[in-house]
């Protein structure tokens, strides 16, 4: 059993990352211990989070398993989880208590929670206090053992715990079934180094530890030969790419270099404003294959409170960045995040943020109620912002972002834009629906044989979060 440790996984050091080519080895005695039996994974949280699962399901079909449309049909369960915010926290022991009935119903199921939550103390406690009918507990590090985990969970008969608390390595090699045909995550780096005060993530992702770019490139070579259309290169902060790298290779040198592979779509996520760079912008402006959406965190426009959340740029810096890409990416869409009633906050803060939030008038932008993560520092700090006025902010902001969300939609009827579509609309299943460029959701009129291709669609009707269109043969204009 390896219990997370909050104090080991706060470590950064020196020691050299290790890549691992030949750390996924499934024995011969594990390749049909999933024989007859189905798995159903849910995830929680990001994009990193997503393409684990993408992982995990690769993993647990080169056991035999295969998987299962509904969480009721299945033999194995895995919750993929979040730790970035206690609401995700508590979706997940919810979602827990109602597996339990199905346990009690099913002895022989197998329940299993990893990602992010694993990797803290609090939470494999609690497990162990409360939850001890979870067979299988793992963390971000070690999802290429998955297989040995599962066997020695079914030969013991007790809740195996295997969480590594520390600063990481690489492993490449990794199988994975891709939930897309047409769109893929590619991770470009791992972990973090930034500690914003408010942030968990640097504790249950290890330190910030950039793949080589040739491992990036062969992958997204073999996607373009899949057939594949667009990349999204992920980490949780993509802009510090290459910086621990014993090579002068950074984030725009692997931009330019993926978008060389002839992919039809680039695009990267998430962006820290501090690491931005002017190269960065020249290196989009240059390829247009690299597409123009930035999604650019804000978290505060109060230079205060910025500091005090440990995000090292204040609102002028945060706000001539912005500009700057405007100005050389006019056609570019931002969006961003905002958090409200972080620890110090004054109203007059907060009217700071909307200030900004007039000013760059984003595409949209993911709102949130500052939530404390136990084991960062802005947990220890004073929280003199009440309920009540967090939530009042959390309003204002947020008719603001619609407000101008909206208007940035408007910006786009009658015009014909380029969009990839990926499939029918989930709210109307005789539309399809894709993305733009510029990442706007939309859906459109058209015939299956669409499906897959990047097409140009007249947009001819406006929405707060999407639009509606028709597919056209005209050229694109924008």
Not at 396 to 413: G, H, I, Q
């Amino acid at each position: 059993m390896k219990l997370p440790n909050l104090l080991e996984a706060k470590k950064r050091s020196n020691e050299k990352v290790l890549i691992k080519t030949n750390a996924y080895i499934i024995e011969n005695n594990l390749k049909e211990l999933g024989l007859g039996k189905k798995y159903y994974v849910k995830t929680y949280g990001c994009q990193m989070n997503e393409h684990d699962t993408e992982n995990i399901k690769a993993i647990l079909e080169d056991m035999s398993f295969s998987e299962a449309l509904e969480m009721e049909n299945a033999d194995l369960i895995l919750l993929n989880t979040c730790a970035i915010r206690e609401n995700a926290h508590n979706k997940v022991f919810g979602m827990i208590g109602r597996i339990k009935n199905l346990k009690e119903k099913n002895p022989n199921l197998l329940i299993g929670l990893c990602g992010c939550m694993a990797q803290e103390e609090i939470v494999v406690k609690e497990i162990l206090d409360k939850y001890r009918f979870l067979d299988i507990v793992f963390g971000t590090h070690n999802i290429y053992n998955l297989p040995n985990i599962i066997a020695q969970t079914l030969k013991s008969k007790k809740t195996e715990i295997e969480v590594l608390s520390y600063e990481g390595d690489i492993v490449e090699n990794m199988p994975v079934k891709r939930d897309s045909k047409y769109k893929a995550w590619v991770n470009i780096m791992y972990g973090c180094d930034k500690f914003c005060t408010y942030c968990i993530v640097p504790y249950t992702r290890g330190k910030q530890r950039s793949r080589r770019p040739e491992y990036i490139i062969d992958e997204v070579k073999n996607l373009v030969n899949n057939g594949y259309k667009e990349v999204t290169l992920l980490g949780q902060n993509v802009n510090a790419y290459g910086k621990d790298l014993d090579i002068n290779y950074k984030m725009e040198n692997l931009l330019e270099d993926v978008a060389k592979t002839g992919i039809d779509r680039v695009r990267f996520v998430t962006s820290h404003p501090w690491d931005f760079t002017d190269n960065m912008i020249e290196t989009i402006k240059n390829y247009p294959n690299i597409m123009p959406y930035i999604h650019l965190p804000l978290q505060s426009g109060s230079s205060k409170i910025l500091k005090l959340m440990g995000r090292r740029y204040t609102k002028e810096s945060y706000l001539e960045l912005y500009n700057k890409i405007k100005e050389n990416l006019p056609y570019s869409s931002i969006t961003t995040d905002i958090i409200v009633g972080f620890p110090g906050e004054t109203e007059e803060d907060f009217l700071e943020t909307l200030e900004v939030v007039k000013a760059c008038k984003f595409d949209s932008a993911f709102t949130f109620i500052f939530s404390p993560r136990i084991g960062t520092p802005a947990a220890k700090m004073e929280d003199n912002v009440s309920l009540e006025e967090k939530s009042n902010r959390l309003q204002r902001l947020n008719d603001l972002v619609n407000k101008f969300s909206k208007e940035a939609n408007e910006t786009y009827l009658e015009k014909i834009v380029p969009v990839l579509i990926e499939g029918y609309s989930e709210k109307d299943n005789n539309k399809l629906m894709g993305y733009t460029d510029t990442m706007k959701l939309i859906n459109v009129v058209g015939n299956k044989t669409s499906i897959g291709k990047i097409v140009n669609v007249k947009v001819k009707e406006i929405k707060t979060w999407s639009m509606d269109g028709e597919i056209v043969n005209d050229r694109v204009s924008i």
